[in-house]
């Protein structure tokens, strides 16, 4: 019975059929972490801005990195500089201490991970991290952090699914032997 089920779906013309997603959505929708400001991705990319004006990968580096609080002040010392949060922003600014954003994507410590070779194999931030145009506050919303996720991505690129490429062998030091 279910096999027929299965059958009747798969579309008359099955080559045509739209590929899987990349990188699928989480099973379940995951609440937004509260964050320190309330931060909207849809009005800072409304108003033209891009990823890489706040997010950028320093060399030696593998992370995207969070902007530095200079590059928010270009803006609000004057827009919306009266507003409850650009006057938490600027005490930030003025104090030096860094804005503690709390992350919303982070792999399991150990994982062999950088954006970079991502981003120059010609992977689009969109893929892994979804549209983020209309987003208010991050949530997960993708299922990036899954290695059945990393490796269907990497068979279908014919990117490296070796365990040593996202693994390193533990050591003799990290086996208590040393
Ligand atoms: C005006 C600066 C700015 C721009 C432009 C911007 N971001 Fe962000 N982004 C932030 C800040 C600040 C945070 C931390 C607060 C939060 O999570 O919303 C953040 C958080 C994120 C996170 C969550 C990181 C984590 O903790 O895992 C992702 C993913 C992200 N941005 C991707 C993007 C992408 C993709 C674009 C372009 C479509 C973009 N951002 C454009 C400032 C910016
Ligand atoms: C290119 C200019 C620009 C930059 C850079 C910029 N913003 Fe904004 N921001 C805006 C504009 C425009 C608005 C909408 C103002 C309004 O609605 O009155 C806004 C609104 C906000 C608000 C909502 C204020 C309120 O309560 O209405 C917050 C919070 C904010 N920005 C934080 C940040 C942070 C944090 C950064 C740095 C990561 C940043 N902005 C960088 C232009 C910018
Ligand atoms: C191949 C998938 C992939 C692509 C493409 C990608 N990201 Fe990510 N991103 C991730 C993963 C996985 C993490 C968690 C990394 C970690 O734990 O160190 C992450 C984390 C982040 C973070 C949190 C800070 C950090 O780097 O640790 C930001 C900000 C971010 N990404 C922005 C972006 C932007 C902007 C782009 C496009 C220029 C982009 N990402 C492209 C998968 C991706
Ligand atoms: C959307 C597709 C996609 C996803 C998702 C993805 N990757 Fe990749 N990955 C690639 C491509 C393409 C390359 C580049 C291969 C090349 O340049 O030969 C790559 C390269 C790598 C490399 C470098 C391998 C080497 O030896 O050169 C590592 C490490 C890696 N990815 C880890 C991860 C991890 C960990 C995840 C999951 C958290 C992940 N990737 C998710 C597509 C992806
Ligand atoms: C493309 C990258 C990639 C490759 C290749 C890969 N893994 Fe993973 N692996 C991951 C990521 C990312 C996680 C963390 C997943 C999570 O936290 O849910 C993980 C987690 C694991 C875990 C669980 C560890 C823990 O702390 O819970 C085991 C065991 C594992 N991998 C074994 C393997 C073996 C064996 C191979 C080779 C057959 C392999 N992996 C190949 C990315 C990879």
Request: proline share 9%.
């Amino acid at each position: 019975m279910l096999l027929f089920a299965l059958m009747a779906t798969v579309p008359a013309n099955a080559q045509q059929a739209k590929p899987a997603q990349r990188v699928p959505d989480t099973i379940a929708p995951q609440p937004a972490p509260v964050q320190p400001l309330p931060f909207s991705h849809k009005t800072h990319l409304a108003s033209g801005m891009t990823c890489t004006n706040c997010h950028i990968n320093p060399d030696p580096g593998t992370a995207m990195t969070f902007p530095v609080t200079a590059t928010c002040m270009s803006c609000h010392l004057t827009i919306a500089n009266n507003k409850p949060a650009i006057i938490r922003l600027r005490e930030f600014s003025d104090s030096g201490e860094k804005i503690p954003w709390v992350r919303v994507y982070q792999i399991t410590p150990g994982v062999s991970w950088s954006h970079r070779v991502h981003l120059d194999a010609g992977l689009q931030c969109e893929t892994c991290h979804g549209d983020l145009s209309q987003t208010e506050a991050v949530a997960k919303t993708k299922a990036i952090e899954a290695m059945a996720v990393c490796i269907s991505c990497h068979q279908e690129h014919e990117a490296p699914v070796e365990c040593v490429s996202c693994h390193a062998w533990p050591t003799d030091q990290d086996l208590g032997f040393e």
